[in-house]
């Protein structure tokens, strides 16, 4: 008897096929034998012997000509089920390293078998950002000089800062001391994969090792920031970090920076002695600033062999002493002790009067303190954006050139948008945005029409970024560079983006805005209610200029009291409330559980876990108990906040109101602290 030839009717065959996947149960063998007897029964009925019941032409029979299956493909797994797989797909192919590092004899030794193709140089020009050469009385205020030039920058995003000839800061670096005995780690970077494969493999890499940690944690996920499943800081954890390097001092990683540039930029068939002192010099050539950046971009874009290079970013300065003099830290006194105190001088510009940043009394972020950074040739940095949209300046001390790319901020959102259109998987991963993007090629951001404008800084100059700009660095060869960021009034605007923006990644804040925001409007207060009982306040000045009721701080103050009016009333009327304790974060910084919005202003606690609090938008998910249990706690009550508007738009009631119910202050006392401190009239 013919098998019956089962068919779908014609025109309805799927051009997409698909796999069977075998299902395993504990009830598989049962299945099989049940199958087997009924496959012999059907066999005797039409005559057919069969001693031996062949379970894959059962199968191929029962699904014969059906074309929208793959039947060598029935009992195949689902591929890229592991980090070899993904590495195999997204791979650029089997690239020959090019970079060889250590052997058993140094740990450290170098050759370097790749070399620059200038026939294939990818040359981008760029527009370069302005340059300012402030006068001398104009360097004097770090922070009036941004703001004057605010306006002009805003444009491109960064400038470049050329101090006076007459501002020598000591170069504390290149003390011997520091220089052959102070060690850091540096950080492998596999210039090869910088591109956007090195996301995909990433993000892959971390869903594995997720996926394998999902299946042995329980409710512990909780305390590691996990919530139904969503593995926030594990997963950015995993993704962000980088290869550990070995340790250098200052003088061995320079020798080890010029040693890789000299090797890379020489004819192929030179062997470069390290130790030797004078390599002939017709083998090696001395690349531009451009010839660099060119070769860059061609390893970025048309790798051909592995390139691996060192280089040491975020070093806390500390280690080095600063690079630049400050006070009690054991340092010799620079002849001029204006550098000291300068708000050029990067330990004092976070903490500067008009800095946001000097409001955070607890002092615990690393924002608020220099970092050092030590490169190499190709040694680079994504493209990012300062965390909480804050303003940086860069000094480079020594060595070569630095190339900065920067998207002002205007196109932040859509240079976003351009890296969700080529990397899809970071739309599954918004909070990469907020620290790393990937080292998308100028080529395509031109493409998409994103500006892309150049810096070149060389040693003894600054850096500015302004807030929101998304940047990207290349150094051209050994260098040291500090950087700090600061927080001028018109930054506001930025940082509340900033925090509503992590909080809808649920992503960690690294210091409290409201804490800046409304310590600085309570010092406001105190200054404008002093100039009203005294006339004669030296700092009313300062906080005139962003109080008022078109003032900057006043603004962000009113739209911060706002948002906050609705949360109240919407969510919190039917919770018990308490006032703030002083010490509530005082010492430790309060924040959601569940999107780690930061909770200075407001919280909402349980009396079943005192330690842990959210936000108003996530009460239901504090905890399982009745709402009776749940309590609202607050630092000012609505009217408390209106007041503080009144009195920061000028009104002299509210002033009046706030300087002596919260700051404890009268006219009495005002006139007593004048007394106490005379102003000299010399």
């Not at 025109?11 to 997409?16: I, K, V, Y």
């Not at 600063?322 to 002790?337: L, V």
């Not at 002299?652 to 300087?659: G, I, T």
């Amino acid at each position: 008897m013919e098998e019956e030839d089962i068919r779908i009717p014609p025109g309805f065959a799927s051009l997409t096929s698909f796999s069977l996947k075998k299902v395993k149960n504990a009830n598989d063998s049962r299945l099989r034998e049940e199958e087997e007897e009924e496959a012999e029964k059907t066999s005797s009925q039409i005559g057919s012997v069969r001693s031996v019941f062949n379970a894959e032409l059962y199968k191929r029979s029962a699904t014969k000509n059906r074309s929208w299956i793959v039947y060598d493909r029935v009992e195949e797994e689902p591929k890229y089920d592991s980090e070899n797989d993904f590495e195999c797909l997204y791979s650029r192919g089997c690239l020959p390293d090019g970079v060889i590092r250590g052997c058993p004899s140094c740990a450290n030794c170098l050759k370097v078998v790749a070399r620059w193709q200038p026939e294939q140089s990818c040359v981008h020009l760029l527009e370069e950002a302005p340059v300012f050469c402030p006068t001398e009385e104009e360097f004097k205020d770090t922070l009036n000089y941004v703001e004057s030039i605010r306006s002009l920058v805003e444009n491109y995003g960064i400038c470049r800062i050329v101090p006076p000839k007459s501002w020598e800061p000591p170069n504390l670096i290149e003390e011997k001391k520091t220089w052959d005995t102070s060690k850091f780690f540096t950080h492998i970077q596999h210039i090869d994969e910088l591109g956007d494969m090195f996301l995909k493999k990433s993000l892959h890499r971390a869903h594995l090792k997720m996926r394998h940690k999902r299946k042995r944690s329980s409710v512990k996920n909780l305390v590691s920031g996990s919530w139904k499943g969503h593995y926030v800081v594990d997963c950015q954890s995993e993704i962000l970090q980088s290869e550990s390097g070995p340790e250098f001092t200052l003088q061995g990683f320079k020798d080890y920076a010029d040693n890789f540039k000299k090797q890379y930029f020489s004819e192929r068939d030179v062997d470069i002695d390290r130790n030797a002192s004078s390599p002939p010099l017709s083998k090696i050539f001395r690349p531009s600033i451009r010839n660099i950046e060119g070769e860059y971009w061609r390893i970025i874009e048309k790798p051909n062999e592995k390139v691996e290079v060192l280089h040491a970013a975020n070093v806390d300065a500390e280690i080095f002493r600063s690079g630049s003099p400050a006070k009690h830290n054991g340092q010799k006194m620079p002849k001029n002790p204006v550098d000291i105190q300068s708000g050029w001088n990067l330990n004092n510009t976070s903490m500067l009067q008009g800095s946001l940043l000097r409001y955070d009394a607890c002092d615990t972020s690393s924002m608020l303190h220099p970092q050092l950074s030590i490169g190499m040739c190709f040694s680079s940095t994504f493209w990012k954006i300062e965390k909480h949209h804050l303003y940086s300046l860069c000094y480079m001390h020594l060595g070569a050139p630095r190339i900065w790319y920067v998207i002002p901020q205007q196109y932040c959102f859509k240079f976003e948008e351009i890296v969700k259109k080529h990397i899809p998987e970071s739309s599954k991963h918004p909070w990469l945005l907020l620290d790393v993007a990937t080292q998308i090629s100028l080529s395509t951001l031109i493409s998409e029409g994103i500006p892309v404008y150049r810096c070149l800084q060389h040693p003894k100059e600054f850096v500015l970024v302004l807030p929101g700009s998304y940047y990207s660095q290349l150094d051209s060869g050994f260098n040291c560079s500090e950087a700090v960021n600061f927080a001028p009034f018109d930054w506001l605007p930025h940082g509340q983006l900033a925090v509503e923006r992590y909080s809808e990644f649920h992503r960690k804040t690294s210091i409290s805005y409201d804490k800046l925001l409304f310590g600085a409007a309570g010092e406001a207060i105190k200054s404008l209610a002093k100039h009203l009982f005294v006339k004669d306040c030296s700092d009313n000045f300062q906080w005139s200029s962003v109080c008022g009721k078109d003032g900057t701080l006043t603004k962000a103050i009113k739209a911060r009291v706002k948002s906050e009016g609705m949360r109240q009333k919407y969510l919190c009327i039917t919770l018990q409330t308490q006032v703030m304790g002083e010490d509530f974060d005082t010492s430790t910084k309060r924040e959601c559980i569940t999107c780690y919005y930061d909770l200075h202003l407001s919280a909402v606690g349980c009396s079943c876990s005192p330690n842990k609090y959210t936000c108003l938008r996530h009460v239901k998910l504090l905890c399982s108990c009745e709402w009776s249990s749940k309590c609202f706690f607050y630092r000012y009550d609505m009217s408390e906040l209106d007041i503080m508007v009144e009195a920061l738009e000028g009104k002299e009631s509210a002033l009046n109101k706030w300087a002596k119910e919260k700051l404890g202050l009268t006219l009495h006392s005002y006139v007593s602290e004048d007394q106490r401190n005379p102003v000299s009239t010399d």
